[in-house]
T-cell receptor, first 115, second 112 residues
């Protein structure tokens, strides 16, 4: 296991379509995070899980966004009825709850373009 | 609203120069400040700072936190072209830094 894996790496879709991204965290990490990054901005927090429990969601996460981590391992982020404003890089990160460095290990992201 | 502000937004220097990047923050439940380096891929962790005045160092990079001034600096000495990247500052809140609030980053370009 070499790190956090995300797929697809790129997704181009038409407005109104649904898209789903998958994140496979580092295997021993029980905390998993989703962030969104637009051009020229830092990542923005969306939500995080401890094991299978979703513990916090940002107000940025509209009703069209849903995230799951059903077995406490991989996670999916689904965006329904995509809008052009959803175009961004979606970053997943993970860490062990017991970690005392605070370091999040980020995946390389899934870039979404909504036409 | 929590805010993290980085300056300068962009910096171009020659190889061998020393640079100082700045980060200031306003957050309600500060726990730590983190620095990340982002090239074309995922952000990679550099430092986490929780105590004021204690310098963290890794090779040519060093960082220090000033909780009185609500700020931090990241220094890079003897810069190399491989240091070209966006440097992100983030502030962690909650017991385990569950939520990171990031600044917009400083884009550093090193000219050979």
């Amino acid at each position: 296991d070499t790190g956090v894996s995300q797929n697809p790496r790129h997704k181009i879709t038409k407005r109104g379509q649904n898209v789903t991204f998958r994140c496979d965290p580092i295997s021993e990490h029980n905390r998993l995070y989703w962030y969104r990054q637009t051009l020229g901005q830092g990542p923005e927090f969306l939500t995080y899980f401890q094991n299978e429990a979703q513990l916090e969601k940002s107000r940025l996460l509209s009703d069209r966004f849903s995230a799951e981590r059903p077995k406490g391992s991989f996670s999916t982020l689904e965006i329904q009825r995509t809008e052009q404003g959803d175009s961004a890089m979606y970053l997943c990160a993970s860490r062990a709850f017991s970690s005392n460095t605070g370091e999040l290990f980020f995946g390389e992201g899934s870039r979404l373009t909504v036409l | 609203e929590d805010k993290v502000v980085q300056s300068p937004l962009s910096l171009v220097v020659h190889e061998g120069d020393t640079v100082t990047l700045n980060c200031s923050y306003e957050v309600t439940n500060f726990r730590s400040l983190l620095w990340y380096k982002q090239e074309k891929k995922a952000p990679t962790f550099l430092f986490m700072l929780t105590s004021s005045g204690i310098e963290k160092k890794s090779g040519r990079l060093s960082s220090i936190l000033d909780k009185k001034e609500l700020s931090s600096i990241l220094n890079i000495t003897a810069t190399q072209t491989g240091d070209s990247a966006i440097y992100l500052c983030a502030v962690g809140e909650g017991f385990g830094n569950e939520k990171l609030t990031f600044g917009t980053g400083t884009r550093l370009t090193i000219i050979p």
